[in-house]
């Protein structure tokens, strides 16, 4: 039996202001859907393993904190577990791989394939998943990668550098590039070397003879128990660049990792998305606004306008992964926040005295529950805007609507579920001691 593990990591600031710490790549809802509208990579991800008959054998491993976004995203189809620390793409396979085997969904002998869920590939790459065990078996490898035929010679993916494939429909591993320059990058492509997918196919058995070997225990609990002492681990390092009997599939159509403006906006449908237009020589310019405000370009070719409560980014679309520099030096705290149950966005920080003020939106979405422990806050108001729902406030429950006002203690622990999508404007008081922004998932 072959099992497929999505790893949702990351927290990449290229595509700043839409990604970020909170809120990865893989969650943007801008990528055109069949149906006429529009999804995320990880929706989309989701469909299309369905399609390739993947589904029912999928496992997706992300950190604690958005455990609740992705079942979110996944339509809660697919089972979830949360690492809780991040550690790397080794140990969150490796947590994969124990859970299924303690759960005995899988045995020594099953095939597994782990594969990044934020990814965009056309449905043929999907398809190839199922020729990851016949490819173990006849060519006597370890290990069996999928690679791509390079679109251009980028500095952004890793490389793999194939040799002469025999009969088993693949190619013997030779060694690997991670992100070489642009002259590097160019002379392997002259070698007929690969982008790297980073997904990576074995046995079961396998990686529990590379945990052995690493001194790490081979059961679930055990294993968890000691994450947070772990090193961060890659799987290109510490297994695929270290195998002797590595081997790679080729994969001759659409994939790209969207990991920059350019990438992202050459998918979309549209030159527009959200509040504002473009006129005059704007040639190849795109405009993202998730804000409330309109955003015009006039004149101004090849460029991304981007803006989101987090920022606002006016860059060449070649030029904008600049923008992870920019923010290394100039870093500030989140504005904006996804959630199983929906979002916040930080409309307004004040001081008042030695107390900080702080004034939020929450949307919450329809059969979902926003819950908060009590003690973190000197005070809170809540102010009903839009829709209906259920308030529980110190162990007692109360329908509330929109032009309710609801005031919080300190101690008072409190939550509601929205009947229909709610909007919340609430207003925190906090003092030296307490905490901040901290919303249950």
């Not at 072959?2 to 990604?19: D, E, K, V």
């Not at 998305?273 to 795109?286: L, P």
């Amino acid at each position: 039996m072959q099992h497929t593990i999505l790893l949702c990591g990351g927290s990449g600031q290229r595509l700043w202001p839409l990604s970020g710490e909170i809120r990865s790549k893989m969650f943007l809802n801008l990528l055109p859907a069949p149906d006429g509208g529009t999804e995320s990579m990880l929706s989309r991800v989701c469909r299309q393993l369905t399609e390739a008959g993947l589904g029912e054998s999928a496992l997706f491993v992300t950190h604690k904190d958005q455990q609740a976004l992705v079942r979110r995203y996944t339509g809660s189809t697919y089972p979830v577990i949360g690492e809780p620390y991040k550690r790397g793409t080794f140990t969150a396979a490796a947590l994969g791989v124990l859970h299924l085997c303690s759960t005995g969904k899988a045995q020594p002998e099953d095939t597994i394939c782990v594969a990044p869920a934020d990814m965009f590939a056309d449905d043929d790459f999907f398809q190839l998943f199922h020729r990851f065990a016949g490819v173990l078996t006849a060519s006597g490898a370890e290990l069996a990668l999928l690679g791509t035929r390079p679109a251009y010679p980028s500095d952004q993916y890793g490389y793999i550098v194939p040799g002469i494939g025999g009969s088993t429909g693949c190619d013997p591993v030779l060694s690997f590039a991670e992100k070489p320059g642009s002259s590097r990058a160019e002379e392997l492509i002259r070698k007929h070397a690969l982008w790297n997918c980073g997904v990576f196919a074995f046995r079961v058995s396998f990686m529990l003879s590379q945990l052995a070997q690493m001194g790490l225990p081979v059961e679930y609990d055990a294993f968890a128990s000691l994450y947070s002492g772990l090193p961060v681990r890659s799987f290109d390092k510490e297994i695929a660049e270290r195998s002797s009997r590595a081997v790679v599939l080729r994969h001759e159509g659409e994939w790209s990792d969207l990991g920059s403006w350019a990438a992202l906006t050459a998918e979309l449908d549209r030159m527009v998305t959200g509040h504002g237009g473009i006129w005059g020589e704007s040639q190849n310019t795109v405009i993202v606004n998730e804000l409330d405000i309109p955003l015009y370009v006039i004149g101004v070719p090849g460029i991304i306008a981007a803006a989101s409560p987090e920022g606002i980014l006016i860059a060449g679309i070649h030029e904008a992964n600049a923008i992870k520099t920019v923010l290394q030096e100039h870093s500030a705290a989140p504005r904006y926040g996804e959630t199983g149950w929906g979002s916040y966005t930080v409309l307004d920080q004040a001081s008042s005295g030695a107390d900080r003020i702080l004034t939020v939106k929450l949307c919450i979405l329809p059969d979902h529950e926003l819950t908060e422990a009590a003690g973190l806050h000197s005070g809170k108001h809540w102010r009903i805007v839009s829709g209906h729902g259920l308030l529980q406030q110190n162990g007692m429950l109360m329908a509330v609507t929109a032009g309710d006002l609801i005031a919080f203690g300190r101690d008072e622990q409190h939550g509601i579920r929205a009947a229909a999508a709610m909007e919340i404007i609430e207003i925190r008081t906090l003092g030296e001691a307490d905490s901040g922004l901290i919303y249950t998932s």
